[in-house]
């Protein structure tokens, strides 16, 4: 099975705070994703990692950046969180052009609350 | 052009009912459609995808109609039960004609659904 683990699953931050939210993939997957989910507003794309230190800007990149130094790791970096960023923060994974479809396999999420 | 558009928010229905869940796109470029499934406190699961070169497919009790023409695409649960009530969300990529770094997931927001015992 494969299995997307992510760092915690509740964690609270205080305004301007570098904050870390990893995420680890074990299929040796070729993409892999973070989202933020947000009532009302659905799965919103931050960032897209398609190979190690290769990124794309998602739909929401601002306040975000996201680092990818080994091929099963994706990390999201808030780099002075702000209330706004108050959410619950998907990491996924795919197989990518190697694949046979565009399954994403998610982890269970970080719900983040910033103070 | 990006957008997949989802109806309804919200639907609640009785147990053994048939719940129906919508989707339209833009982008005629799409060519991979799956929905996803998300219970509380877990991460979203795939259910059930299509192709645009099928009009239908089943999986157990869960069947995608896709219309092309219309662009748009609809997800039925034949005899609901109590354990389908979650967050289901459709999606839309470009997969087949993706040139590499490009297989992302454009989702809807998201139907919550409730089946009533």
């Known amino acids: 099975d494969v299995k997307v683990t992510q760092s915690s699953r509740y964690l609270v931050k205080r305004t301007g705070e570098k904050v870390f939210l990893e995420c680890v993939q074990d299929?040796?997957?070729?993409?892999m994703f973070w989202y933020r989910q947000d009532p009302g507003l659905g799965l919103r794309l931050i960032y897209f990692?398609?190979?190690?230190?290769?990124?794309e800007k998602g739909d929401i990149p601002e306040g975000y950046s996201v680092s990818r130094e080994k091929k099963e790791r994706f990390s999201l970096i808030l780099e002075s969180a702000s209330t706004n960023q108050t959410s619950m923060y998907l990491c996924?994974?795919?197989?990518?052009?190697?694949?046979?479809?565009?399954?994403?396999?998610f982890g269970p999420g970080t719900r983040l609350t910033v103070l | 052009q990006q957008q997949v558009k989802q109806s309804p928010q919200s639907l609640i229905v009785q147990k053994g009912g048939i719940p129906i869940i919508n989707c339209a796109y833009e982008?005629?470029?799409?060519?991979?459609f799956p929905w996803y499934q998300q219970f509380p406190g877990k991460g979203p699961a795939l259910l059930i995808a299509?192709?645009?070169?099928?009009s239908e497919k089943k999986e157990g009790r869960f069947t995608i109609s896709f219309n092309k023409s219309a662009k748009q695409f609809s997800l039925h649960i034949m005899d609901s039960q109590p354990g389908d009530s979650a967050t289901y969300f459709c999606?839309?990529?470009?997969?087949?004609?993706?040139?590499?770094?490009?297989?992302?997931?454009?989702f809807g927001k998201g139907t919550k659904l409730t089946v009533n015992p």
């Open positions: 982008n005629t470029a799409f060519d991979y």
């Open positions: 999606a839309a990529s470009m997969w087949g004609s993706s040139q590499g770094g490009s297989e992302k997931l454009v």
């Open positions: 996924a994974s795919s197989f990518g052009m190697h694949g046979s479809n565009d399954e994403q396999f």
């Open positions: 299929m040796d997957h070729e993409n």
């Open positions: 299509i192709r645009p070169d099928v």
């Open positions: 990692s398609y190979d190690v230190k290769m990124k």
